[in-house]
């Protein structure tokens, strides 16, 4: 196994384990307010407020980073 493969797999059991936490831990609400963008409140459960941010977090850091893999054709093709 991929060593790199094994501390992303580790890393996000991580993350869930702690969304999981606070998802237990917080029942409070919270009031959001984006005047500009949204025209009425948001008030949810301190919990749920954390999984949209961390969807936004995890939707933006996907499309940042799709496709960067390599462009075929151009390259080196000598084996040097």
């Known amino acids: 196994m991929n060593a790199k493969l094994l501390l992303k797999t580790i890393f996000l ?3 869930l384990f702690f969304l999981v936490l606070m998802g237990r ?3 409070g609400t ?3 307010s ?10 949810l459960p301190s919990a749920m407020m954390y999984y949209a941010f961390f969807a936004v977090g995890v939707v933006t850091g996907t499309v940042l980073t799709a496709g960067g893999g ?3 054709g151009g390259g080196n093709k000598s084996g040097k």
Request: no cysteine; aromatic share 4%.
């Open 13 to 15: 059991l991580v993350v």
């Open 25 to 27: 831990e917080n029942r």
């Open 30 to 32: 919270v009031d959001f």
């Open 34 to 43: 984006l005047p500009p963008v949204l025209p009425n409140k948001i008030t």
């Open 70 to 72: 390599k462009g075929g």
